[in-house]
């Protein structure tokens, strides 16, 4: 996985963040400090990313629409 750093303070300690519901690998992770876990529920403009030295949390993908999923009806 590529290194990714904080925008905010440049530390390294950044940890992606899951949504959805974590299998016993995630949850390990997440207890192992590799990964956070947002829970179940996203929105389109959810962090995608938690810095641990600053608190710091961001995306780096454009927002999705909460629309665009259902599709026209
Ligand atoms: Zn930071």
Redesign the pocket.
């Known amino acids: 996985m590529e290194a990714t750093s904080?925008?905010?303070?440049?530390?390294k300690?950044?940890v992606p963040i899951v949504y959805g519901l974590p299998g016993e690998e995630l949850i390990a992770g997440s207890v192992a400090g590799e990964v956070e876990l947002g829970g179940c529920c996203v929105g389109p403009h959810d962090p995608e990313f938690h810095?641990?030295?600053?608190?710091?949390k961001w995306r780096v993908s454009a927002p999705w629409h909460p629309n665009r999923a259902s599709g026209p009806l």
């Not at 904080?6 to 530390?11: A, D, E, F, I, K």
């Not at 810095?51 to 710091?56: E, F, L, S, T």
């Open positions: 904080c925008p905010q303070c440049g530390s300690a950044v810095c641990r030295a600053c608190g710091n």
